[in-house]
């Protein structure tokens, strides 16, 4: 696999989501894309400044927003998205699995079940936490001892790399392909990646430690994986979803 380098990468410009006008605005969003054989297969969203991100779950009538185009329609007339992703796993009902924080309040108690079926319970599985300063992924037996205080947090599963290593129960020549997305952190800063193509944990996992060098990374879904990443021409809206992450653009507000 090959990471572009900083000449080949592009930081998102002006874009215009859903005909949202973003005229004379520059995104604080980093693009980077992910190649293998000449071909792209992840597109990657670098987050440096935590204060503008946010997670979306449900609008002012406690209605789950379900799509990120939904929650574009729903920002004040001076802010757009220049990023969003889904965020979680949910129930059929789009509310949390695991534990869920919203603007500091706590919406989804962390969930400490360790043995059951589907991903969220492969262990360890974990927790993405962050406030306007600090951004932390950590398993959820070491958050629960933690005293982060976060603003936003979102618990998924399984852990992809921890401590420099990738999850010793997933397979290099798994069968189970899926178009999968997760999050990694490095010196403060978050990673969100998609795949292109269907990929295996164990592949996945290998984008965050081997191209992008990183220790800690979660998670967050497979199959109904989307995101809007302009820079990649990605828009994607088949699924409805649970939680979303965005990153919150300002422009002339007063």
Known sequence: ?????????????????????????????????????QKIIADV??????????????????????????????????????????????????????????????FSKLNMQTKGFGNFLMQPNGVLAWNKKRATIQTTQNYAQSAFQAEYATQSGPMLVIDGKINSQFLPRSDSLKIRNGVGIKNNQLYFVISRERINFYDFAQIFKQDLKIDQALYLDGSVSSAYIPQAGRSDHRFNLGPIVGFVEHKNCQ
Not at 56 to 75: C, H, V
């Open 1 to 37: 696999m090959k990471i572009l380098n900083k000449a080949e990468r592009g930081v998102l410009g002006v874009f215009s989501l859903f005909a949202l006008s973003t005229a004379n605005v520059q995104a604080t969003t980093e693009y980077i894309k992910i190649e293998k054989n």
């Open 45 to 106: 969203v670098h987050i440096q400044q935590l204060d503008q991100l946010q997670l979306f779950l449900n609008n002012a009538k406690q209605q789950p927003y379900n799509k990120i185009k939904a929650i574009a329609k729903d920002l004040p007339i001076c802010q757009f998205l220049s990023f969003a992703m889904n965020a979680g796993m949910y129930h059929a009902d789009y509310s949390p699995v695991g534990l869920y924080i919203e603007k500091s309040k706590q």
